[in-house]
């Protein structure tokens, strides 16, 4: 029997523009259309094969918004068996420090875990380190970026795949695993599955449910802060030739031109 | 002067062009020190370079541990540094395991974490970049010990001359239960290329490619450039370049002086990866392709004519 968590996000769409508050640089989340981050459906896969392979309960986890529901109901549907979900105005602004802080508090809901599965990076932060953080502050090994896991027992394989190149990892549970695209590719839910999801039980809690220092959290609480944030400039477009036999030629006469050959 | 605490990113006893990176910007803040973790031995190998980009000192954390676990021997040795010199600030590369490194000693020190800078300032305040380059943000750590990840190519590397003073720091042993045990590598086989984020110019081809075999032509044309390659998800994912090579918001993010962008349609994902390249040039047959929309030279046609006659104007005027 694996316990399974797996980390939700649901991030603005990156087909739709986003954009950040005037006001206290946090991001707009209200601009643009809200999805599941892509790779937690690839999280939810892993988690779903581990326990078809086996035995096993997915809790989704998932700090966000009320209108984060969509990407808990997502997941739900796809095959996990129920959802905490941590929602609260004092999250508002918090940084990767205060949300890895919550993330490890709300584990603490998700009875025994034994594996807790991420995506290896959001598509609106790209701070790429919240898994590693959840480790740090749980005192579990971590097995981060992998693109290739296996489970034997309770013995976690990973082959990790980053710049540097492809590092195997080993380790025992319990440990927390985040999942690179290239991972599997995620089942759609089926009609069976989206109405299962409906009844599925999906626990809110707030922040003071959780054991974390509230002073920890919000803008108030963050560890960095936004001095300044401007949008910039759109690119232009600059010169376009049609290729008329000497496209190349053309390239290599304006790369010169700019010193760059 | 306070010190400033650089992660030294080495393979083999061979420092990362990165690493001369954060030892540059480590001095606008105050005195680089070089923290080298790694097996017995290994700061021997990069002392010397290290010196050559302005290490006042430093810190030999080793031991066979070092490189046998993931990530926290070298969250352990900076943690330990850290404790004894009160830094100004830790810097590290924003590579993947970069950014892991720099949030769990951000978590250790309870201090804050300035992710992917592009700049980093005398009052310590950092520049980032977001939104695949839509905005730039100035931030500071509001509490305890800045850790900054610095990203690859962001600043340029100057020489300077430093005593590099040799400390030796004892590394705890690691504990299996907490870490994961290295079993084995597989690092990247870059042959004679630049890597990917570190080039000053990088050649990308995507699905317009249209096969494994024909991204001979882009490989052409970045070899006579002195380029790295590079590759769009779908050229990925079709299978004609290896995943690590991708560029974009799920891939690498680059910023060269010239991107070449070859049979790439410019989906608003892959231009989160490259649109802050200083030059953009774009070969596509679509004249609609969103790609000319941000190219500074467009070519509209097709690439097997223009970039192999690319190729062979550029072997010419290398003479
Ligand atoms: C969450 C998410 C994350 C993503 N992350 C990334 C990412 O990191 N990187 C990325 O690149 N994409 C990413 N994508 C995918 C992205 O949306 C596009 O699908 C992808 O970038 C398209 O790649 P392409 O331009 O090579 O292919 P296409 O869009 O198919 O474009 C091919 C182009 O080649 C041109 N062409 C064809 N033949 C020739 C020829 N002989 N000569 C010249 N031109 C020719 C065509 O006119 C066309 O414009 C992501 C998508 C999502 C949803």
């Known amino acids: ?261 | 002067m306070a010190e400033v605490l650089v992660l030294v990113d080495q393979v083999d006893g061979e420092v990362k062009k990165s690493t001369f990176e954060l030892l540059t910007a480590a001095r606008t803040l105050g005195e680089a020190s070089a923290v080298v973790v790694g097996t017995p031995g290994t700061t021997g190998k990069v002392k010397d370079a290290l010196a050559s980009y302005g290490a006042a000192k430093v810190y030999a954390a080793e031991s066979d541990d070092a490189a046998a676990y993931l990530v926290t021997p070298k969250v352990d040795a900076l943690a330990a540094v850290a404790g004894q010199a009160s830094p100004a600030a830790v810097l590290v590369s924003a590579t993947a395991e970069g950014k892991e490194v720099a949030g769990r000693l951000a978590i250790r020190l309870g201090g804050g974490v300035l992710v992917d800078a592009v700049g980093v300032n005398a009052d310590g305040s950092v520049d980032q970049s977001i939104f695949g380059g839509a905005f730039s943000v100035k931030a500071k750590a509001a509490k305890g010990t800045p850790v900054v990840s610095l990203r690859p190519g962001a600043v340029e590397a100057e020489q300077a001359d430093g005593a590099a003073a040799e400390e030796t720091v004892a590394l705890p042993a690691a504990d299996a239960a907490t870490s994961a045990k290295v079993t084995g590598v597989e690092p990247v086989v870059g042959g004679d290329r630049p890597e990917l984020t570190e080039a000053s110019i990088v050649v990308s081809g995507g699905r317009g490619v249209g096969s494994a075999e024909k991204f001979e032509v882009v490989e052409k044309l970045a070899d006579s450039l002195g380029a790295a390659v590079g590759a769009s998800r779908a050229a990925v994912d079709s299978g004609y370049y290896p995943a690590q090579f991708q560029v974009g918001q799920t891939g690498k993010t680059v910023s060269p002086q010239l991107y070449v962008a070859l049979g790439i349609s410019g989906a608003i994902q892959h231009r989160a990866g490259m649109q802050t390249s200083k030059t953009i040039v774009a070969v596509n047959k679509d004249a609609e392709a969103p790609i000319f929309e941000i190219a500074d030279f467009g070519v509209v046609g097709d690439l097997f004519d223009v970039a192999p006659q690319l190729t062979d104007e550029v072997a010419k005027r290398k003479g």
């Open chain 1, 1 to 261: 029997m694996t316990n399974i968590a797996v980390l939700v996000k649901q991030v603005p769409d990156t087909y739709s523009e986003r954009k950040l508050n005037e006001s206290d640089h946090t991001l707009d989340r209200e601009s643009a259309d809200a999805v599941i981050d892509e790779i937690n459906e690839r999280a939810v896969e892993e988690a779903l094969k581990i326990k078809e392979a086996g035995e096993g309960e997915v809790t989704v986890l998932c700090v966000g918004p009320d209108r984060a529901t969509d990407a808990i109901r997502k997941a739900l549907s796809m095959g996990a068996d129920k959802a905490v979900h941590v929602s609260d105005e004092a999250l508002q602004g918090s940084d990767m420090v205060a949300t890895a802080k919550v993330i490890a508090g709300a584990l603490g809901k998700v009875d025994g875990y034994d594996l807790v599965i991420a995506g290896n990076e959001a598509s609106d932060g790209r701070g790429g380190a919240i898994p590693a953080m959840l480790a740090e502050i749980l005192g579990v090994p971590q097995l981060t970026h992998a693109r290739e896991l296996s489970l034997e027992g309770t013995t976690l394989k990973v082959d990790r795949e980053t710049e540097d190149g492809v590092t195997h990892l080993e380790a025992n549970l319990p440990a927390v695993v985040s999942v690179t695209e290239k991972i599997n590719e995620p089942r759609y839910p089926s009609f069976k599955g989206i109405m299962a999801a409906k009844k599925k039980p999906v626990e809110t809690v707030t922040v003071a449910d959780l054991g974390v220092d509230a002073g920890d959290l919000g803008l108030p609480g963050a560890s960095s802060t936004v001095l300044e944030a401007a949008p910039k400039p759109p690119r232009a477009a600059g010169e376009r030739v049609d290729d008329d036999g000497d496209g190349g030629v053309k390239t290599a006469e304006y790369l010169s031109g700019q010193k760059l050959i």
